[in-house]
């Protein structure tokens, strides 16, 4: 079993920056892969960025070149940066976790932190 908790969201002029942090506890070292992902009203949840166990990363399109995503694993923490922030970028942000348990693919969710991109 995986918790995340995440935090950092708020209210943010366009063109700024936020840094969201997501600490997962629990079985922790089961993750393969660790994911920040967005859900605006009435769309369904849709992926930012994603980080493997090895440290591999990828990125959606319209975040590519203005998130960061990064670990500390030290800290069992994963952190997305994000920078020039625009309006559409409004939305709940998700920590997602994935492991396989007794050969069971399983998706762990944090509670979501709301971020807010207007003027």
């Known amino acids: 079993q995986v918790q995340l908790v995440e935090s950092g969201g708020g209210l943010v002029q366009p063109g700024g920056s936020l840094r969201l942090s997501c600490a997962a506890s629990g079985s922790i070292f089961s993750i393969n892969a660790m994911g920040w992902y967005r859900q605006a009203p009435g769309k369904e949840r849709e992926l930012d960025a994603r980080i493997t166990s090895g440290g591999s990363r990828n990125y959606a399109d319209f975040v590519k070149g203005r998130f960061t995503i990064s670990r500390d694993n030290a800290k069992n923490t994963v952190y997305l940066q994000m920078n020039s922030l625009k309006p559409e970028d409004t939305a709940v942000y998700y920590c997602?976790?994935?492991?396989?348990?007794?050969?069971?693919?399983?998706?762990?969710w944090g509670q979501g932190t709301q971020v807010t991109v207007s003027s």
């Open positions: 997602n976790a994935y492991n396989v348990l007794f050969g069971r693919s399983n998706n762990y």
